[in-house]
């Protein structure tokens, strides 16, 4: 299971999966957490970056980290398709190759049956970490081709975990062995107060989102390719950040580019894409990345609202801002045609930025700093009503027979996302118009000008839980 709102834990055990392709480790990595992490697909190379979580097996925290199938024999390129995919291929390999370097603990994950060529070449690649392996074999349900697999202890293996990670056959012995292995006293907790801004990144493909995620992690983290839609996972960073002397830890998630499904062609983008959509749920921030000479397309609307409905923050970045031309105002132009095109969205900051040359950080942080502190801001009910009682004074409510209602108090139900209950006489006379004054005034008066504002209308008949 992943980690809740509650911990965070610094200086994790790492434990990489590796093995070929379509042997299974995102279905194990996803068996261990006893959660949907990653992407699971009988299409060989589904996994392409280093995915890696911080969760619990057997009630200890660790960081799971998935790898893509190392492919050590890759073709000869005859094509156009066969070189893109040859030189991902080459990326991946390196990817894999470093999270390896950085395991505390490594399990080769074997499928059943006869020991392949590949699987020899990846044994040998393997033996100087051979104090940190641990050798498993996947789709042994009920025994199946299992005498082949035993042949894996004449490599000098003492011990070979036959599993079925789609049916849980064994993962239990295996999960055991892997906490057995451990060193969990470099471990250490803090309280939920002091747990990292978490931030996505999302925006159509080939924006820059990797780039972008890479600049802030000082990382190669995720795949970098001018390819559409090399990014397949939710690749997870973390970072930290000084203003005023003063750091801000970040979680910063690189996703796969969100198209119009019209677009999507087949199951690994379709996951991917929700995948992609579904970190808004578990971020506070939402960086949407537009590219600078593109604009605002109506795709990056749609992820904009999504994350408006969820109460995240919203960030609208213009990457690739250093191709744009030398000229004033260009900006403030820019930034116009967005608000024009996005009205209801006026509130969300817009911040040119390239990802590439690393220009904007600073300000784009700073602003994801000022962003999560509006979002965490929870106003006493004792100063939301004495404000209440101005904006009534300065605006009254209609007082036509039909349109006529009272607001009688006011409440803030949550912080993050932030939520407001207005308690009135008369819902159905509540105008859409009126509660978005009132939400205007919330953003201006009580400190919350670059979020998204939730405000629900109840009966002041009906108590309040």
Not at 303 to 319: T, V
């Amino acid at each position: 299971m992943e980690f809740n709102n509650e911990k965070k834990y610094h200086n994790l055990p790492v434990v990489v999966l590796v093995g070929r392709p379509n042997v299974g480790k995102s279905t194990l990595y996803n068996r261990l957490l006893r959660k949907r992490r990653t992407i699971t697909d009988p299409t060989p190379g589904v996994t392409r970056d280093p995915v890696h979580t911080d969760g619990f097996i057997n009630g200890k925290p660790v960081r799971l980290v998935d790898t893509a199938g190392f492919k050590l024999d890759r073709s000869l390129a005859v094509n156009r398709k066969a070189k893109n995919s040859n030189a991902i291929d080459d990326l991946v390999v390196d990817k894999t190759l470093a999270a390896v370097k950085e395991a505390s603990l490594i399990v080769l994950l074997l499928e059943a049956g006869e020991i392949t060529s590949e699987d020899e070449e990846f044994i040998e690649l393997l033996r100087p970490f051979r104090q940190q392996l641990i050798i498993a074999v996947n789709k042994t349900e009920g025994g199946r081709r299992e005498a082949d697999s035993w042949n894996l202890l004449s490599y000098g293996f003492d011990k070979v975990f036959m599993i079925s990670a789609e049916h849980g056959d064994n993962v239990g012995d295996l999960a055991e062995e892997i906490i057995n292995r451990l060193d969990f006293s470099g471990v250490e907790e803090t309280d939920y107060e002091k747990r990292p801004i978490r931030l996505t990144i999302l925006g159509k493909p080939n924006t820059g989102k990797s780039t972008l995620s890479n600049r802030l992690t000082a990382s190669s983290a995720s795949i970098v390719s001018d390819i559409p839609g090399t990014t397949r996972d939710v690749v997870e960073g973390t970072f930290s950040w000084k203003s005023g002397g003063k750091p801000h830890d970040f979680v910063i998630l690189d996703t796969a580019g969100i198209r119009r499904k019209t677009r999507v062609t087949d199951n690994i983008e379709y996951y991917s894409v929700n995948r992609a959509i579904k970190t808004i749920n578990e971020a506070d921030i939402v960086i949407l990345l537009i590219d600078a000479q593109e604009g605002l397309s109506d795709q990056d609307k749609k992820i904009a609202a999504l994350a408006h409905d969820k109460g995240r923050g919203i960030i609208m970045a213009l990457n690739k801002w250093d191709s744009m031309p030398k000229i004033k105002n260009t900006f403030e132009a820019a930034r116009d045609r967005i608000h024009f095109l996005f009205g209801q969205m006026e509130y969300a900051p817009i911040i040119p930025v390239s990802a590439q040359e690393g220009t904007g950080m600073d300000k784009l942080l700073s602003t994801a700093v000022t962003m999560y502190a509006q979002l965490n801001t929870q106003i006493e009910t004792g100063r939301l009503n004495q404000a209440l009682k101005q904006w009534l004074t300065e605006t009254p409510p209609p007082s036509g027979p039909r349109t006529r209602f009272n607001v009688k108090y006011a409440v803030q139900k949550s912080a993050n996302p932030v939520q407001f209950i207005f308690f009135t006489s008369r819902t159905h006379a509540v105008s859409e118009t009126y509660v978005s004054y009132l939400r205007n005034r919330i953003r201006k008066d009580l400190g919350f000008s670059c979020i998204p504002v939730s405000i629900e209308i109840r009966s002041s008949g009906k108590r309040h839980g």
